[in-house]
Structures are given as C-alpha cells and as structure tokens.
T-cell receptor
Framework: DAKTTQPTSMDCAEGRAANLPCNHSTISGNEYVYWYRQIHSQGPQYIIH???NNETNEMASLIITEDRKSSTLILPHATLRDTAVYYC???????????FGQGTTLQVKP | ETGVTQSPTHLIKTRGQQVTLRCSSQSGHNTVSWYQQALGQGPQFIFQ???????GRGNFPPRFSGLQFPNYSSELNVNALELDDSALYLCASSPASGGPNTGELFFGEGSRLTVL
C-alpha cells in the first residue's frame, strides 16, 4: 500500500474554498485515492474517492494529477462544521483495508 | 448518521480482564471491519469479516478475536487486557454491492475502552 503524506494542519476562512493536498508518489496503478474525515469524537466519514479522473460529489471535489503522484481535496465553501481531521488514503483494489496516517487537521475560522 | 451502531459507548476495565464490543451493521451490508484508534492517532485496521468469515487481519495479536453473525452483526473480543488497549474501537460496514474490497466504509461512533 502506498504511503501518503499530508500537512499536519491547515486553516481556512469560513465561506472560502479549503484545498487539502496529499502526496502519494509511490502509488501503484491499481490503488485508488480515498478521502475520509473525522470530526471530534465521531467515527470517520467517507468523502470521496478516485483513480485517475477528477471526481465531484455533493461534499467535495477530488483533483488527481496526471502522474497520480498527488491529489487535492477541495471543499468549495468551507463552514465551521467542516473543522475535522482529513485523511488521504491510497487503497489497493484487492483489499478493503484502509491504512490511515496522521491526517490534516483543518480548522475553519469565522 | 450511518446506521452502524456500536455498544457500549464507553467502558472501563482493569488489566487482565476480557471485553466484548458489539456492532450492528447497516441494513444491506455484509462486510464488517474493526479498527482501533489510540488517542491522537489515526485508526488502525484490526480485521474484517465477510459473510461470517475472517477476511483479512492487521498486525494485532491473537487475543483480539471476532465474530460475525448470520444477520451480519459483529463482535470484537479482547482477552487479557493491557493498558495499551485503551482506545476508541470503531466498527465499519460496507454494502454487499461494493464487495468486501470496497474502500467506502460506513463507520459507527465507536466504543471507548479505558483499561486501568
């Protein structure tokens, strides 16, 4: 499983876009990029995932570089409720085992 | 809310005791995974059950064991508790449509275990 690297923490102003980067330079061809977040004292929540193409859903957008060595999760209009730890995970297609790192603590400020 | 429920939400045990944690998966989900989350760390994979069989295990000793029942609910048992077992234990289920290898998991709120 590829190792992912994320900044430890980030701040974002309420109402602005939050762009969370993730480095996965050793990702292999069959590994998807998954994003989860964990709000304090709750279980992790699935956000989005992708393989090669950019993806968008009602929560966020995922931009994956062409070489697949990095990606960015975009929360288009961050709210205070988006304050959480965000995890970027590289998951091989033949396993359902998520390997969580330390994640990025996103603080959305008024 | 995901529909995955765990019990108990909090419990305190002493070293050497045994504990059973329970998880009721979301309707239509036949795969259950268990994770341990120590304070300040990301969750660590313990094992996964698919159709009542263990289907993958992380780096945890045999005193961590599990069961999945015909209704796809699950139990995590930990014997001979150690102080380092103090953690949040998370259960996650995934739908049958995604298969056991999907990464789209639905987590419960967890059971917080304190070992004294």
């Amino acid at each position: 499983d590829a190792k992912t690297t994320q900044p430890t923490s980030m701040d974002c102003a309420e109402g602005r876009a939050a762009n969370l980067p993730c480095n996965h330079s050793t990702i292999s061809g069959n590994e998807y990029v998954y994003w989860y977040r964990q709000i304090h004292s709750q279980g992790p929540q699935y956000i989005i995932h992708g393989l090669k193409n950019n993806e968008t859903n009602e929560m966020a957008s995922l931009i994956i570089t062409e070489d697949r060595k990095s990606s960015t999760l975009i929360l288009p209009h961050a709210t205070l409720r988006d304050t959480a730890v965000y995890y970027c995970i590289a998951l091989a297609s033949n396993t359902g085992k998520l390997i969580f790192g330390q994640g990025t603590t996103l603080q959305v400020k008024p | 809310e995901t529909g995955v429920t765990q019990s108990p939400t909090h419990l305190i045990k002493t070293r050497g005791q045994q504990v059973t944690l329970r998880c009721s998966s979301q309707s239509g989900h036949n795969t259950v995974s268990w994770y341990q989350q120590a304070l300040g760390q990301g969750p660590q994979f313990i094992f996964q059950y698919y159709r009542e069989e263990e289907n993958g295990r992380g780096n945890f000793p045999p005193r961590f064991s599990g069961l999945q029942f015909p209704n796809y609910s699950s139990e995590l048992n930990v014997n001979a508790l150690e102080l380092d077992d103090s953690a949040l234990y998370l259960c996650a289920s995934s739908p049958a449509s995604g298969g056991p290898n999907t990464g789209e998991l639905f987590f419960g709120e967890g059971s917080r275990l304190t070992v004294l």
